[in-house]
């Protein structure tokens, strides 16, 4: 004969809990996924227009320039430049 349980084993809900907890990792894996495919979807439109190689290309090249960066350490404001 077998023993009838008038409630389920603790192991039992626990797995029955981590169960429904997979399924909220997934959905907040494929929202980050398609979060990070739009990103890089708008950066690819954008990465065809000249202008945006052009900034990129800028910021890159200000980066890498050792005086660029003396320059804005001997200005007044030294995060924002002013050409007049």
């Given at each position: 004969?077998?023993?009838s349980h008038p409630h389920p084993p603790r192991a039992a809900l626990r797995a029955a809990a981590r169960r429904g907890?997979?399924?909220m990792t997934t959905a907040e894996y494929t929202v980050g996924t398609l979060g990070a495919c739009t990103l890089a979807g708008v950066l690819a439109h954008?990465?065809?227009d000249d202008?945006?190689?052009?900034i990129v290309r800028d910021i890159i090249l200000r980066a890498l320039d050792p005086t660029a960066f003396l320059d804005?350490?001997?200005s007044p404001r030294p995060y924002f430049r002013y050409t007049p």
């Open positions: 004969m077998s023993k907890e997979e399924g954008l990465g065809a202008w945006f190689l052009d804005l350490l001997g």
